[in-house]
């Protein structure tokens, strides 16, 4: 069993930036693929990123890149999601998903907000 837990989240203007961060329990934090999906309010769960155990990256669309940045620090049992130039239609609930062999592990989600 992995324990997900997600923080950061917050209200911001459009045009800010926020860092989430994601914490998760496990011995071998290094090798698991670790990524963000996020959900906005009547939409369906939508793919951000994910980052790899060799650090390789792919996000869920190209309009991400450049605003969003993962990164990891398996010291820490962290992986981070940069943003910034936040709009309103970054709004959703962001979910840290944990991926090992054992199975795929989520948090409770944080709410990111983005005021215009």
């Known amino acids: 069993q992995v324990h997900v837990v997600e923080s950061g989240g917050g209200l911001v203007q459009a045009g800010g930036s926020l860092r989430l961060s994601c914490a998760a329990s496990?011995?071998?934090?290094?090798?698991?693929?670790l990524g963000w999906f996020r959900q906005a309010p009547g939409k369906e769960r939508e793919f951000v990123v994910v980052i790899r155990q060799g650090g390789s990256v792919t996000y869920g669309a190209d309009s991400l890149k450049g605003r969003f940045t993962i990164s990891r620090d398996n010291a820490k049992n962290t992986v981070y999601l940069q943003m910034i130039s936040l709009k309103p239609e970054d709004t959703a609930v962001y979910y840290c998903?944990?991926?090992?062999?054992?199975?795929?592990?989520w948090g409770q989600g944080t709410q990111v907000t983005v005021s215009s």
């Open positions: 998903y944990v991926a090992t062999t054992a199975g795929t592990y």
């Open positions: 496990g011995r071998t934090f290094g090798s698991y693929a």
